[in-house]
């Protein structure tokens, strides 16, 4: 089984709508991150959680909200979605043990969002 | 602040060539430098990264990186290009000053293999 998973993987959905990715792991880690991708882009970060109750916005964070329901949940909601949200979605799990910036980060799989 | 330039964002080398993909870093305070591969469909996972020990990083898959201070420089290299090193390739940088160090990644440069 695949540490750190998403669900869902594809989704359509149309503008105006609320909807919610979801990111779970089993690597008992506590740092979690929501990124996003696009072409010729990059990954850019959106949220940022430390731990369940730390929450920190990341550089592009405005029409998204998180939520860590628990060490290994972190879920990503858009709130009212827009076109220019379509994009490639990954979380990431990293070991703060390890960090100082070293630790690396394991991603999940991503969801492909479109919005209509 | 800091960043990372990936020069290319497309590379094509034949089977069996040399791979160079290139890095260039901007950062105030000595760095962690990471390379990431992305295979198609799938999420990142790491190749490998230089935190402060030897210049020279192994990684998977025979891929190595340099970091050179001088040329703020950590390119990657692969002495032999095979069918399934056909990806795409992000580097990053993190401030390697302590506590929580954002990582920033590249645009990222896809890497054909040409048969």
């Known amino acids: 089984d695949a540490d750190v998973t998403q669900t869902p993987r594809n989704r359509i959905t149309k503008t105006g709508k609320r909807i919610m990715l979801e990111c779970s792991q089993t690597k008992g880690h506590d740092r979690m991150y929501w990124y996003r991708q696009d072409p010729g882009l990059g990954l850019r970060l959106i949220y940022y959680?430390?731990?369940?109750?730390?929450?920190n916005k990341g550089e592009i964070s405005d029409g998204y909200s998180v939520s860590r329901q628990a060490q290994a949940k972190f879920s990503l909601s858009l709130e009212s979605a827009i076109p220019n949200q379509t994009a490639l979605y990954f979380c990431?799990?990293?070991?703060?043990?390890?960090?100082?910036?070293?630790?690396?980060?394991?991603f999940g799989p991503g969801t492909r969002l479109l919005v209509l | 602040a800091q960043s990372v330039t990936q020069l290319g964002s497309h590379v094509s080398v034949s089977e069996g060539a040399l791979v160079l993909l290139r890095c260039n870093y901007s950062s105030s305070v000595p760095p962690y430098l990471f390379w990431y591969v992305q295979y198609p469909n799938q999420g990142l996972q790491l190749l490998l990264k230089?935190?402060?020990?030897?210049?020279l990083v192994k990684g998977i898959n025979g891929f190595e990186a340099e970091f050179k201070k001088s040329e703020t420089s950590f390119h990657l290299t692969k002495p032999s290009a095979h069918m399934s090193d056909a990806a795409e390739y992000f580097c990053a940088v993190s401030g390697g000053s302590g506590g929580y160090q954002k990582v920033t990644f590249g645009t990222g440069t896809k890497l054909q293999v040409i048969p």
């Open positions: 230089y935190t402060s020990a030897a210049t």
């Open positions: 959680s430390f731990d369940v109750k730390d929450i």
């Open positions: 990431a799990t990293s070991d703060q043990r390890t960090g100082g910036g070293r630790e690396t980060q394991y």
